[in-house]
């Protein structure tokens, strides 16, 4: 059993930048393929980033390539996504995700464990 708590979130205004954290519980963090999802109001839970167990394999949404950095410290047992140049429509609640083993993931329903969220809002 793996529990995530997310933080980091809050307002910011467009352009600026926030990093999120998200913490784990248990002592096998290290073999977990780990993601960020996003839920805007009304909207359809998305894919924003994904990392593997040992940072060898990262993906992002190509909504946010360039402008996100998603990095995990298995010493902490923490996973963070580093969001800049920040826009309007990236305002929503943000979600960590973890699955055991290898490999990196972009759809939600591969992850067998989620965070209670964090929310992000930019304003413009």
């Known amino acids: 059993q793996v529990q995530l708590v997310e933080s980091g979130g809050g307002l910011v205004q467009a352009g600026g930048s926030l990093r999120l954290s998200c913490a784990a519980s248990?002592?096998?963090?290290?073999?977990?393929?780990m993601g960020w999802f996003r839920q805007a109001p009304g909207k359809e839970r998305e894919f924003v980033a994904a990392?593997?167990?040992?940072?060898?394999?990262?993906y992002y949404a190509d909504s946010v390539k360039g402008r996100f950095t998603i990095s995990r410290d298995n010493a902490k047992n923490t996973v963070y996504l580093q969001m800049n140049s920040l826009k309007a429509e990236d305002t929503a609640v943000y979600y960590c995700?973890?699955?055991?083993?290898?490999?990196?993931?972009?759809?939600?329903?591969?992850?067998?464990?989620w965070g209670q969220g964090t929310q992000v809002t930019v304003s413009s």
């Open positions: 990392i593997s167990w040992n940072s060898g394999y990262r």
């Open positions: 995700a973890a699955r055991p083993g290898g490999g990196f993931f972009t759809r939600g329903h591969k992850y067998d464990y």
């Open positions: 248990g002592r096998t963090f290290s073999s977990y393929a």
